[in-house]
């Protein structure tokens, strides 16, 4: 069983950034794609970023493309996600999450998910 954290939430203002960690633990960390997620109030949960197992493969949601950045240490066991220029509109409890497959690509299902991380952002 994969255990999945996430760290790094936190109370900021708008156009700071923030930097999200991730550590998945309980397999080959790199055979998995780790994504990002996020739930805003009232909102659904929704994709934010992705990274293949490799680390050469990355996909964002075009509200986000320019601004986060998303990477991984397959030597530590970890991933980031470096959040810039952020919104108001960015607040949300962000999610890691983690699939049995080192493909990752807009769509695709993941399997291991961490009780998330609050990020607020004020205005």
Do not use: H
């Amino acid at each position: 069983q994969v255990q999945v954290v996430e760290s790094g939430g936190g109370l900021v203002r708008a156009g700071d950034s923030l930097r999200l960690s991730c550590t998945a633990s309980g397999g080959t960390f790199s055979s998995y794609a780790m994504g990002w997620f996020r739930q805003g109030p009232g909102k659904e949960r929704e994709f934010v970023a992705s990274i293949s197992g490799s680390g050469v493969s990355t996909y964002y949601a075009s509200s986000v493309s320019g601004r986060f950045a998303i990477s991984r240490d397959n030597a530590k066991n970890t991933m980031d996600l470096q959040m810039n220029s952020l919104k108001p509109e960015d607040t949300a409890v962000y999610y890691c999450a983690a699939r049995r497959s080192p493909i990752a690509g807009p769509g695709v299902p993941y399997d291991y998910w961490g009780q998330g991380t609050q990020v607020t952002v004020s205005s």
